[in-house]
């Protein structure tokens, strides 16, 4: 259920001829069956033909990766690319609260890897390093503050307290309150805007070959596999497309996909679908917003904020406790809420009005972990989901394409294998 003022252009439906042969000549490979995401690869057939399967970040990422590697990509999406939960992502750049350790360093990583990106294209108007402001309005809220400050300080990661005067420098729009706190400023924080930035990548993908398709062209209702290798993927509009690799990244739909690919193993995530389900979240645009508005990210204790284009601001709530099943009238009142929150948090809205509101369904692993790897039982079916899919996109994409082009595991992906939780499985049943 969404109502949804739009600002983006769609995307649209991307299509290309140019067939590129693998580059580089390379080694030959398969995954053998049986081993997981151990490998080696065994030289037997070089995967040619790639399915792309949903055009979120993470998905025209490895797509863009994928081509520009060589491979006969075809990406996919039921949708047109990037309106899913990529289009109504906070978008947050971030490794701020994310423990263990591990998942915060492939965090971070990712914020370098979108850095790295931008500079790389001479600056990219969709990357906005912008940093991020934070306060708590309660002791326990501010005993935990405090806490994640340091602890983040001892991992190396950019955080440290400043006083209301520096912050209000740093945005002029802030009303803090009185006795002002002291306020977290994360600097290497920022944010992504997700709809320039897909159409960028979905173009880049095109531009080395590959092919989008979206609607019923795109929406994948098959996925056949046989000896150990995926062979075609077959589409609602009745197409069969040849792909000896198939890489899944659609969000909350890869449970289903893996079912229809043959899965041994579930690829849990956090229910979504029935009533009061915790996946799905509240994403609010108001406007427009007048001099002097907000120009970072702010999370104050009950609103979260950031600029949007078109002199838009885009706000969330940590209680606005919505699913698919709240009628309209509930959602309208929770996002005139979020706007009388954010008005007494920055300036720049007193004229502002609700432009658009929607509730956005979050794949989030059931475990809190990502999930990314070969997927157990499906042959050459790999599948990549996770909460963080803006931070992470521009790295697993080229994690992952390491993987399925050269056959090598990463080391840093061994924590999110789909297999943990077939093993997990097993062992409940013994």
Partial sequence: MYVWAGQDT???????????????????????????????????????????????????????????????????????????????????????????????????????????????????????????????????????????????????????????????????????????????????????????????????????????????????????????????????????????????????WVPELAELAGAAGPVPLVPWAEPAAAAPGLVVQAGPVTPPGPQRIVHAPDVFLRPHTGGLVHLEAPDAAVDLHTPRADLRRWAEELLRRARNVVRGLQEAAVAGYRVCVRPMPADGRSIVGWLPGAGSVYVAVTHSGVTLGAHLARLITTELVTGAPADELAPYRPDRFATAERTKGS
């Fill in 10 to 252: 769609p995307i649209g439906t991307f299509t290309s001829t140019a067939g590129r042969q693998p580059a580089g000549g390379g080694t030959a490979w398969t995954r053998e069956p049986g081993r997981g995401n151990a490998g080696p690869m065994s030289a037997e057939l070089r995967p040619r033909r790639c399915a792309v399967i949903g055009a979120g970040v993470l998905g025209v990422c490895v797509a863009a990766r994928l081509a520009e590697a060589g491979l006969e990509v075809t990406l996919l999406d039921r949708d047109e690319p990037g309106r899913a939960a990529t289009g109504s992502s906070f978008a947050w750049l971030n490794a701020n609260d994310k423990a263990p350790r591990a998942y915060h360093d492939l965090n971070h990583a990712g914020m370098r890897a979108w850095a790295t990106l931008a500079a790389s294209l001479g600056g990219a108007a969709w990357y906005r390093p912008a940093g991020n402001l934070e306060w708590a309005s309660s002791a326990p809220g501010r005993a935990r503050l405090a806490a994640r400050v340091r602890r983040l300080t001892d991992w190396g990661y950019a955080a440290h307290f400043i006083d209301a005067a520096e912050a209000a420098g740093l945005e002029p729009s802030l009303r803090l309150p009185r006795p002002a706190p002291d306020v977290a400023w994360f600097p290497d924080e920022g944010y992504l805007l997700t709809g320039p930035l897909v159409r960028h990548l979905a173009e880049v993908a095109a531009g080395h070959g590959a092919t989008v398709l979206s609607g019923e062209l795109g929406r994948v209702i098959g996925v056949d596999t046989a000896g150990g290798t995926a062979r075609a993927v077959r589409t609602a509009a009745g197409r069969t497309i040849p792909a000896d690799l198939v890489v899944c990244c659609a969000g909350r």
